[in-house]
């Protein structure tokens, strides 16, 4: 396996700041009062997707690491890719990929968070916006 050289930090509290402190540092989709234990941001196309790889394996494998490290929902995932939205899309309908918290399309041009549908329902449904 190849180590993409990327550091893993954790998150440094100052030790006067508030609560609401913290929350004016907070992006507005989180829903907790306190910062992401875990920030991961990942390329697609053959670093999540191995495009030679039809059956997934190491996608699959990551998708039940992260859905049980991140069981309460205290890590962010964030997707960057190059891809156009419409691209992302097309490679969402072909491998079982996870849904990210942050969408960064188009080498960075266009950003997307997902974030609650205002539909008065209470059934979780989500959108990017």
Known sequence: PKSSG?????????????????????????????????????DLDHTMVQNEDHT??????????WQIHNSLGQDLLVFSTGRSPNLYRQLWEEAPLLTPAVLICSVGTEIFYLVPEQTGTTGGRYKYE
């Open 6 to 42: 990327a550091e893993l930090l954790p998150f440094e509290t100052p030790q006067s700041a508030n609560s609401d402190d913290i929350r004016s540092h907070v992006p507005p989709f989180w829903k907790h009062s306190y910062p992401p234990r875990l920030v991961l941001v990942s």
């Open 56 to 65: 997934h394996h190491r996608l699959l494998t990551f998708n039940a690491i």
